[in-house]
């Protein structure tokens, strides 16, 4: 990864393109969303390119929820363009964008695991919801059990999530999304409530699925430290537009005030 071609970095809304010219996955133009006079985004862009880790860091209220309801069609823009793995999210009915969502993995904050169910029963619960993905399957074991391999608790199976810790039950959330083999993963704070030492076991299976499956990341967190080790690529959000983007070096060593905020410790 750290032998491609380096994006260069650009400030002030300009969108920024890869030199090597990968495929890109998720494509945002001059996103606008306000709720009265409340502007949140102000042109927004972004891209997304296969096989990428972005982060995207802004202050709490800066519109970042917003702009990933907007990505998935749970909520309509002012204006804009979104195109999500070639299909432009705005053009499509209820079943497309379901489709589409199937290749979308979510890992949210609230994405808690069901606790009247087994850990096995929350893994076959999105294999049963997406069944046209996946085709026919007979026994959903494997699927199951090669999910949590991916995450190590293959021995959690017939556990209830009350017996899980919570690093734990973040893993099996994160062989829940990964059931579906998505090709982009959203993840919104993955280590928010988590101890450091575990927060770097999640970054560190964060790492190891993006190599396994070469699945692109959008990664939204607070955490400077997981944007450090996780980022190849970083997005400030700031005013409602993608204010800075470069590499963790570049931003941080960034003079500009509403950048350098970001790194104060
Ligand atoms: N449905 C809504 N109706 C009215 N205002 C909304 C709605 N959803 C979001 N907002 C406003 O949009 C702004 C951005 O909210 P958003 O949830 O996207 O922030 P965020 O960057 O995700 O914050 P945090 O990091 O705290 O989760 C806030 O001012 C919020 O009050």
Same mark, same amino acid.
């Given at each position: 990864m750290n032998q491609r071609t380096h994006i260069p970095y650009v400030k002030n809304g300009t969108l920024q393109k890869d030199p090597e010219g990968?495929?890109? $996955?998720?494509?945002?133009?001059? +996103? !606008?969303?306000?709720?009265?006079?409340?502007? $949140?985004?102000?042109?927004?862009? +972004? !891209?997304l390119y296969e096989g990428e880790n972005l982060v995207i860091m802004g202050k709490s209220g800066s519109g970042k929820s917003v702009m990933i309801k907007c990505l998935v069609g749970l909520m309509q823009a002012d204006s804009g363009y979104i195109e999500v793995l070639g299909k432009e999210v705005n053009t499509l009915d209820r079943a497309q964008l379901d489709t589409l969502r199937a290749d979308i993995g979510f890992l949210f904050q609230g994405s808690a695991l069901y606790d009247s169910m087994t850990v096995r029963e929350n893994l076959e619960f999105p294999m049963r919801r997406h069944k046209e993905k996946l085709g026919a399957f007979a026994d959903t074991e494997p699927m199951v059990l090669e999910a949590l391999e991916n995450v190590g608790l293959a021995h959690?199976?017939?556990?209830?999530?009350?017996?899980?810790?919570g690093g734990m039950k973040r893993r099996v959330a994160l062989a829940r999304t990964l059931i579906l083999k998505p090709k982009v993963i959203l993840y919104d704070e993955p280590t928010s409530g988590l101890d450091p030492i575990t927060a770097k076991e999640i970054i560190e299976l964060m790492r190891s699925i993006q190599k396994k499956y070469n699945t692109s990341s959008l990664i939204i967190t607070h955490d400077v430290d997981c944007a450090r080790v996780i980022s190849e690529r970083m997005v400030l959000l700031v005013d409602g537009i993608n204010y800075a983007e470069g590499t963790y070096a570049e931003l941080s060593s960034d003079k500009d005030p509403k950048v350098e905020a970001f790194f104060k410790k």
């Open positions: 990968r495929k890109v $996955v998720i494509e945002i133009r001059d +996103l !606008r969303k306000s709720f009265g006079d409340n502007h $949140v985004l102000n042109g927004f862009n +972004l !891209r959690t199976l017939d556990l209830m999530p009350e017996e899980l810790s």
